[in-house]
């Protein structure tokens, strides 16, 4: 073998040494996944419950009509103050007062038949009293006949009388349900408060609220002096609301404001919302009334408004992420499923293997491993760790789907921070 056949065999062991280098190199390279990391920081965390609704009054009267009539005089408009007792509106008293005076004339009626009626007692009760004294001194002067026959006349007087007081009576009670049917006719405020609807113009006719109660409904008096926000909360978020909690609330009639609230009622029974035609597809949700501290006189009722409630707060927490909390199953777990008993289904898993929560942790030859974490409150971004995790340590951030697919003792690789670019400035024309 020459020397120069030597140098190319060399030389071929060399290029294939440093191509299977190469190869192996490039492998590796692809096995190691791209993802953000992260320090374990401590960090001020908020954890609060989101719910939107409309701003109420506390209190509210819906103004309505006793009896029925046409509207001949109107003395407020919509959005005037009004004091508890001032006049608000007349309906026409004519048919009213014309069934006054009838009730009016029918009791002196029964009055005066009652009058004759005691008149007619009287004399007939003198008639049975003088002829039974007459009987007494001569009994031949007048019979026994004649007797019976006074002394019954005297009884049906009696109950004549009786009759007519019961008319008489009947009679008064018609009177006073005409004069109480006069005075609804004219509407008064029950309470002080703001005129937050007016339904009616004068000349309409005002219907009894029995009818109908929404068409019956003449005005709406509010007392704006204490407002609220009525919002629906999820079933799964209610049990960490608590009477008390503050909250910010955003009206979007207000956008560049935020108010100051406070819970002051958690409904116990729940409004439930149809979500699908079955009866099992359905949103529950519970009322909450979140009062406003600080409302502007501006507010109406019916703004929408969103209240942001706060559930519970930590200072200088050790947190991490929440994309970076994920669920692995646990295979250190002891065998023996105590909680499985004669006559329940076996579980799809393998009995002693449970899904953890916990993030991966980077290691110094950025290979990570799983770690199992107790977390405590979720703020916006992060969830308070509790146990599992030290300050300083580094953690796998994202992406989700880097982090959804990662497994235990893989190779990674930190992804280049994207540059931030200055968002652009919207200007009003």
């Given at each position: 073998?020459?020397?120069?056949?030597?140098?190319?065999?060399?030389?071929?062991?060399?290029?294939?040494?440093?191509?299977?280098?190469?190869?192996?190199?490039?492998?590796?390279?692809?096995?190691?996944?791209?993802?953000?990391?992260?320090?374990?920081?401590?960090?001020?965390?908020?954890?609060?419950?989101?719910?939107?609704?409309?701003?109420?009054?506390?209190?509210?009267?819906?103004?309505?009509?006793?009896?029925?009539?046409?509207?001949?005089?109107?003395?407020?408009?919509?959005?005037?103050?009004?004091?508890?007792?001032?006049?608000?509106?007349?309906?026409?008293?004519?048919?009213?007062?014309?069934?006054?005076?009838?009730?009016?004339?029918?009791?002196?009626?029964?009055?005066?038949?009652?009058?004759?009626?005691?008149?007619?007692?009287?004399?007939?009760?003198?008639?049975?009293?003088?002829?039974?004294?007459?009987?007494?001194?001569?009994?031949?002067?007048?019979?026994?006949?004649?007797?019976?026959?006074?002394?019954?006349?005297?009884?049906?007087?009696k109950s004549l009388l009786e009759a007519a007081n019961f008319s008489v009576e009947q009679?008064?009670?018609?009177?006073?349900?005409?004069?109480?049917?006069?005075?609804?006719?004219?509407?008064?405020?029950?309470?002080?408060?703001?005129?937050?609807?007016?339904?009616?113009?004068?000349?309409?006719?005002?219907?009894?609220?029995?009818?109908?109660?929404?068409?019956?409904?003449?005005?709406?008096?509010?007392?704006?002096?204490?407002?609220?926000?009525?919002?629906?909360?999820?079933?799964?978020?209610?049990?960490?609301?608590?009477?008390?909690?503050s909250a910010l609330i955003q009206i979007d009639a207000f956008p560049d404001t935020t108010?100051?609230?406070?819970?002051?009622?958690?409904?116990?029974?729940?409004?439930?919302?149809?979500?699908?035609?079955?009866?099992?597809?359905?949103?529950?949700?519970?009322?909450?009334?979140?009062?406003?501290?600080?409302?502007?006189?501006?507010?109406?009722?019916?703004?929408?408004?969103?209240?942001?409630?706060?559930?519970?707060?930590?200072?200088?927490?050790?947190?991490?992420?929440?994309?970076?909390?994920?669920?692995?199953?646990?295979?250190?777990?002891?065998?023996?499923?105590?909680?499985?008993?004669?006559?329940?289904?076996?579980?799809?898993?393998?009995?002693?293997?449970?899904?953890?929560?916990?993030?991966?942790?980077?290691?110094?030859?950025?290979?990570?491993?799983?770690?199992?974490?107790?977390?405590?409150?979720?703020?916006?971004?992060?969830?308070?760790?509790?146990?599992?995790?030290?300050?300083?340590?580094?953690?796998?951030?994202?992406?989700?789907?880097?982090?959804?697919?990662?497994?235990?003792?893989?190779?990674?690789?930190?992804?280049?921070?994207?540059?931030?670019?200055?968002?652009?400035?919207d200007k009003k024309s």
């Amino acid at each position: 073998m020459t020397n120069t056949v030597k140098v190319i065999i060399g030389v071929v062991i060399i290029g294939a040494v440093g191509g299977l280098a190469y190869v192996s190199n490039q492998r590796n390279q692809v096995k190691a996944v791209e993802v953000r990391t992260e320090a374990v920081e401590a960090r001020d965390l908020v954890a609060s419950v989101t719910a939107s609704g409309q701003i109420q009054p506390r209190t509210k009267v819906n103004v309505s009509a006793d009896v029925s009539g046409k509207i001949v005089r109107l003395a407020v408009k919509e959005g005037e103050m009004v004091k508890k007792g001032q006049f608000l509106l007349q309906i026409d008293p004519e048919q009213v007062t014309a069934a006054l005076q009838r009730s009016e004339a029918g009791l002196a009626s029964t009055r005066a038949q009652a009058a004759q009626s005691r008149a007619n007692l009287l004399q007939a009760q003198r008639n049975y009293d003088r002829s039974l004294a007459i009987k007494t001194q001569s009994p031949a002067l007048v019979s026994e006949e004649q007797l019976e026959q006074l002394k019954t006349q005297a009884e049906v007087s009696k109950s004549l009388l009786e009759a007519a007081n019961f008319s008489v009576e009947q009679a008064q009670a018609t009177v006073r349900d005409a004069k109480q049917a006069l005075s609804k006719t004219t509407i008064v405020a029950p309470m002080s408060g703001k005129i937050t609807r007016l339904n009616v113009e004068e000349g309409e006719t005002a219907i009894m609220g029995t009818l109908n109660k929404d068409a019956a409904t003449l005005m709406i008096i509010s007392d704006m002096s204490i407002l609220e926000t009525k919002v629906k909360v999820d079933e799964t978020d209610v049990a960490r609301l608590a009477i008390g909690d503050s909250a910010l609330i955003q009206i979007d009639a207000f956008p560049d404001t935020t108010f100051i609230g406070r819970v002051v009622e958690i409904s116990n029974s729940s409004v439930t919302k149809a979500a699908g035609a079955n009866s099992g597809d359905q949103a529950i949700d519970y009322e909450v009334r979140v009062r406003l501290l600080n409302p502007p006189k501006e507010t109406r009722p019916d703004f929408s408004a969103t209240a942001k409630i706060v559930t519970a707060s930590r200072k200088k927490a050790l947190s991490i992420p929440i994309i970076a909390l994920t669920v692995r199953e646990n295979e250190k777990l002891p065998n023996g499923d105590t909680a499985v008993s004669v006559g329940r289904a076996q579980p799809t898993k393998e009995v002693g293997k449970r899904d953890v929560e916990g993030v991966f942790v980077v290691g110094k030859d950025n290979k990570v491993s799983f770690r199992a974490v107790k977390v405590g409150i979720a703020g916006e971004r992060h969830f308070e760790v509790l146990e599992g995790l030290k300050a300083g340590e580094t953690i796998v951030a994202g992406t989700y789907q880097a982090i959804r697919e990662l497994k235990d003792g893989a190779m990674i690789r930190t992804a280049k921070p994207e540059d931030k670019k200055t968002p652009a400035t919207d200007k009003k024309s």
